[in-house]
């Protein structure tokens, strides 16, 4: 699309708008204009034939930016299908319910009459709200959350874009990490002692950290556990992730490090699906690795499923859902798929679902999801989803996981460990983000930084 900014440069709030509401869509022209009083903002739109327009003026409490977003949704949705988030252009919606919630306003009406949101999603956003508040009140000035990063997999899937790297291309890279990694954990302690901490929630996430030899993961939970004080955790997880790196010798030394949440995750159970994004294993695999945890005693098990993958429909994505729901696990988190730039599906050849076909993918589930008994409790979206829907975690009650939770509506300052990782640091209503090295290569070249993030990291805390 074509932009045209009249009156002002706000173009990245104006590129927000298009992102969510054409994303993947060639065509068409915008003329945002900004009113010389900086305090009316008028959209045209042409596409596919269509001319719209849109205004918003500048409130109290809408600042100028939303304003032109406004303004470009009224427009947008003379000439397209509603879109499920309405005027909502954040990746994290959640955060809007929360402050309905606060203000005293009703969550599900008020999503509906401020921002178009439909009944469905702003009853989700109202679930993931409670959720959100009830910890919230749990939760102390200085309790915080750790992540462990291990960004390795056995391949790279086709939809990932995440900081990863296949150990097929280099094994003996997961031994330099993890030395690096312990230097880290101990310099992350020193900082968390020192600064009064409390650690509430550890999880270990990648990449796929089943990846790593039983040894090598003992190895890098004993020196957690032996420099930093984890008498405060609530909650330990481990993500282990493709059940093609799961044995039960992995899941034992996972428990036996604390852990009592693991996530298993076929991200299908179509043996198609699984061939056309790259996924070397099967959805037996998958029965197999669950039945493995259960038998490993894990308390809680989650799953991933991934709406719009290549190869998929509506009727055998529901139906994998149906079978996931079968083994009755604590957690689902259902994804849809986003084309992101660095990924394979970005290569403007590979066919994956339309925006009708993964709603239906997502209105079922959320169906099946609430009748087995489940609610969302966190969720987010992401750019290039088609149909601009969301990623959602649904629990069973009691079971939703914390660190989720604190990374996603940020309740407490999160410090993630390794390569790719990004540090929150919460206090009050001020977020500040220290970025660690994105390669694996790159963190283990530049470990001697890992004192600087440090210092940095202990005087915003």
């Known amino acids: 699309?074509?932009?045209?900014?009249?009156?002002?440069?706000?173009?990245?709030?104006?590129?927000?708008?298009?992102?969510?509401?054409?994303?993947?869509?060639?065509g068409g022209e915008a003329a945002v204009k900004l009113d010389p009083s900086g305090?009316?903002?008028?959209v045209k739109i042409e596409y596919?034939?269509?001319?719209?327009?849109?205004r918003a003026y500048v409130t109290g409490s809408r600042s100028v930016d939303n304003t032109l977003r406004l303004a470009f949704y009224r427009a947008a949705k003379q000439v397209l299908a509603p879109p499920p988030w309405g005027a909502l252009t954040g990746v994290r919606p959640v955060k809007k319910a929360v402050e309905l919630l606060d203000s005293g306003e009703d969550v599900?009406?008020?999503?509906?009459?401020?921002?178009?949101?439909?009944?469905?999603?702003?009853?989700?956003?109202?679930?993931c709200a409670a959720h959100t508040a009830n910890w919230r009140k749990r939760l102390g000035k200085r309790d915080i959350a750790v992540y462990v990063a291990i960004p390795f997999c056995p391949t790279r899937c086709a939809y990932c874009s995440f900081v990863s790297q296949s150990v097929e291309r280099d094994k003996g890279m997961m031994e330099r990490y993890t030395e690096v990694l312990k230097k880290e954990i101990v310099s992350m302690a020193e900082t968390v002692s020192r600064s009064g901490l409390r650690v509430r929630a550890v999880y270990w996430g990648g990449g796929t950290p089943a990846v790593l030899p039983s040894e090598m993961y003992c190895d890098l939970a004993d020196t957690l556990d032996?420099?930093?004080?984890?008498?405060?955790?609530?909650?330990?997880?481990?993500?282990?992730?493709?059940?093609?790196?799961?044995?039960?010798?992995?899941?034992?030394?996972?428990?036996?490090?604390?852990?009592?949440?693991?996530?298993?995750?076929?991200?299908?159970?179509?043996q198609e699906v699984l061939d056309a994004i790259g996924r070397r294993h099967t959805p037996d695999d998958f029965f197999k690795a669950y039945e493995q945890a259960r038998s490993a005693g894990f308390h809680v098990v989650n799953t991933d499923l991934i709406a719009g993958l290549?190869?998929?429909?509506?009727?055998?994505?529901?139906?994998?859902?149906?079978?996931?729901?079968?083994?009755?696990?604590?957690?689902?988190?259902?994804?849809?798929?986003?084309?992101?730039?660095?990924?394979?599906?970005?290569?403007?050849?590979?066919?994956?679902?339309?925006?009708?076909?993964?709603?239906?993918?997502?209105?079922?589930?959320?169906?099946r999801l609430r009748s087995a008994g489940y609610a969302p409790y966190y969720l987010y979206r992401q750019k290039f989803s088609e149909g601009g829907f969301e990623n959602t975690g649904w629990t069973k009650p009691g079971h939703e996981c914390l660190y989720?939770?604190?990374?996603?509506?940020?309740?407490?300052?999160?410090?993630?460990?390794?390569?790719?990782?990004?540090?929150?640091?919460?206090?009050?209503?001020?977020?500040?983000?220290?970025?660690?090295?994105?390669?694996?290569?790159?963190?283990?070249?530049?470990?001697?930084?890992?004192?600087?993030?440090?210092?940095?990291?202990?005087?915003?805390?």
């Open 310 to 367: 290549p190869a998929d429909n509506p009727d055998g994505f529901l139906r994998g859902m149906d079978e996931i729901l079968r083994l009755n696990p604590e957690n689902i988190t259902v994804h849809t798929l986003a084309k992101k730039r660095s990924s394979h599906l970005n290569d403007g050849q590979t066919a994956v679902c339309t925006a009708d076909g993964v709603a239906a993918m997502l209105d079922g589930a959320g169906m």
């Open 48 to 54: 596919g034939g269509k001319t719209a327009y849109g």
């Open 404 to 461: 989720n939770l604190c990374m996603m509506e940020e309740l407490t300052t999160v410090l993630s460990l390794g390569a790719g990782g990004v540090s929150k640091i919460v206090t009050g209503s001020l977020i500040e983000r220290v970025f660690h090295c994105k390669y694996p290569l790159d963190y283990v070249a530049g470990c001697d930084i890992l004192e600087n993030i440090y210092d940095k990291i202990g005087g915003a805390l």
């Open 108 to 127: 599900f009406s008020g999503l509906q009459k401020h921002y178009d949101v439909s009944a469905e999603r702003a009853r989700m956003a109202a679930d």
């Open 226 to 270: 032996k420099h930093l004080d984890l008498s405060g955790v609530i909650e330990y997880t481990v993500e282990a992730g493709r059940p093609d790196a799961i044995t039960p010798q992995k899941l034992e030394a996972y428990r036996k490090s604390g852990a009592g949440r693991v996530s298993v995750n076929p991200q299908t159970l179509r």
């Open 39 to 42: 305090r009316l903002a008028s």
């Open 1 to 26: 699309m074509t932009l045209h900014l009249i009156n002002h440069d706000r173009r990245f709030a104006v590129e927000q708008a298009v992102l969510n509401y054409f994303p993947h869509r060639d």
